[in-house]
């Protein structure tokens, strides 16, 4: 049987929530973990009032979508990770999820 839209939304924000402190991942990883598609953890992440860690979760090209740049550049920094531009090194930051 498929997962509700609930148990989905569910699931990205855990798999989320598992990124580390320090580390990235970005939409595509969220969601082969999950088994659904990158916008639809965009659009989760979009609709959770901020609960969950979004600022960890950026493009596949390692930027910060552009209307979060400002407030998810300054949490990253607090967290060690380097933005540059508005991207973010995968190759050095990027998490292992599970």
Do not use: K, Q
């Amino acid at each position: 049987m498929a997962p509700t839209m609930a148990e989905l939304a569910d699931s990205i924000l855990l798999a989320t929530d598992a990124i580390p402190a320090g580390r990235v991942s970005t939409y595509g990883d969220v969601a082969r973990v999950v088994g659904c598609g990158p916008r639809l953890v965009a659009r989760v992440l979009a609709g959770s009032g901020g609960e969950a860690c979004w600022w960890r979760v950026v493009r596949a090209d390692g930027t910060i979508a552009a209307h979060l740049v400002a407030e998810g550049t300054a949490r990253l920094v607090e967290e060690g990770v380097p933005v540059r531009a508005g991207r973010v090194d995968l190759a050095r930051f990027r998490a292992e999820l599970e």
